[in-house]
């Protein structure tokens, strides 16, 4: 890390991942303000950023805590003092669980589980440890990932916790990352139903059935308003609004093609560094600086140009206008197609202050978590 604070950003080198600071700011505070006057929490997924001084600031402006994915990630958050954190994601092998069991004595943990292997896997090594932890039944509402398939097994599964000791049932997780996705805001709304219904139920059977249901949690960056409005959930854990990414944005918003509740604040600056032939140019920015899961990053300063191939240190674009072209070593700003996979790329985040054509170096902050997998 050779730069110096208060480099021009078009001046730093590349390839380097971004930060617009004025952009993301505004981002934290429109989702903090739509939770402000509401019974229901935000709890971000940190999974995104990975960062436990974002985390903070998002704590700071009225988040209940966080989520992780990952114990690995989790424990970077706790070290650096985070206190109340969900662990979204199935833990089920006995190492990982004496983690758990250590991180739970030294913060508010929850857990979620959904199998009675996992459970009782977890009750065991909690009682042995001496150390208790809340735990909620992961329910599918559409994903089909982890979680169980019907409100009658997650009440079966969570009357089974309330047996178990050392582990406190807390309520369920009812996530739906396929629907985050959906293309056209009626569209989203229309397939997201089947979640909030299946919410819904489960809610009712709890309820009937005697199980604690006080915390209710799922949602996202792309049906937040909809987690708000129905009220079922009473957390919701939007990961990707505060940097946003290309792929989010095509998804479509309430009267627009694009979904702009949020704007983009995450770049990937690069440098052109062949020009081998007429409108086709090489940039320094591969696989290895921008995700492509969710397809190839947007390019920011021309809107004509298309990334249409990647190697692990190159992007070939090709620009389709008869304006002018950019020359050998200009640099050239892309939007990650997919926040998540892109940021897991680097080191550190470079903030800039004063936007992305003007701006200079505010502060770099570390990607603690970045490579936390385990
Ligand atoms: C369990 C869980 N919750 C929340 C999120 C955050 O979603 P988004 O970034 O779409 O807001 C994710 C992302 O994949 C997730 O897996």
């Known amino acids: 890390m050779s730069e110096q604070i208060g480099t021009p950003v078009r001046d730093l080198q590349t390839p380097v991942l971004l930060i617009d600071l004025d952009v993301m700011e505004e981002n934290l505070k429109k989702m903090a303000s739509n939770f402000q006057n509401s019974l229901i929490n935000l709890r971000p997924h940190s999974k995104t950023h990975k960062s436990p001084l974002i985390a903070k600031k998002q704590i700071e402006m009225g988040a209940i805590g966080i989520c992780c994915q990952k114990v690995s990630e989790a424990e970077v958050m706790q070290e650096d003092g985070i206190e109340n954190i969900l662990l979204s994601s199935e833990i089920v092998s006995p190492a990982k ?20 292997q996992g459970a009782e896997l977890l009750s065991k090594i909690m009682e042995k440890n001496e150390s208790d932890i809340g735990v909620l039944v992961d329910i599918d509402v559409g994903q089909g990932r982890c979680g169980v398939r019907t409100v009658d097994e997650a009440v079966s599964l969570a009357k089974k916790i309330d047996e ?17 996705h959906i293309e056209g805001f009626n569209e989203r709304e229309k397939k997201y139903r089947n979640s909030i219904t299946m919410m819904e139920e489960s809610v009712y059977e709890f309820k009937k059935n005697g199980l604690n249901f006080d915390v209710r949690t799922g949602g996202g960056t792309g049906t937040w308003n909809w987690d708000l409005d129905s009220e079922i959930l009473n957390e919701v854990q939007a990961g990707s609004y505060l940097f946003m990414d290309s792929h989010y944005r095509s998804i479509g918003g309430r009267q627009e093609q694009f979904y702009e509740d949020f704007q983009a604040s995450l770049f990937v600056l690069s440098t052109i560094i062949s020009f081998p032939e007429d409108k086709k140019f090489i940039i320094d920015a591969g696989h ?14 021309i809107e004509e140009a298309t990334y249409i191939s990647a190697s692990d240190e190159h992007g070939i674009i090709t620009v389709d206008s008869l304006g002018p072209m950019p020359k050998l070593g200009d640099s050239l700003l892309f939007q990650p197609s997919h926040c998540d996979t892109t ?5 550190y985040f470079y903030g800039i202050r004063g936007g992305m054509e003007k701006g200079f ?14």
Do not use: T, W
């Open 164 to 180: 178990l000791p050392s582990i406190n049932l807390r309520g369920f997780q009812a996530y739906n990352g396929k629907a985050q």
């Open 97 to 116: 669980i004496e983690r758990v069991s250590f991180l739970s004595k030294n913060c508010d943990l929850m857990l979620v589980v959904d199998h009675i």
């Open 343 to 347: 940021i897991n790329l680097f080191d």
């Open 288 to 301: 290895k600086s921008l995700s492509s899961d969710s397809g190839f990053a947007s390019c920011y300063d």
């Open 361 to 374: 170096l505010e502060v770099i902050l570390p990607i603690s978590a970045r490579g936390m997998v385990q």
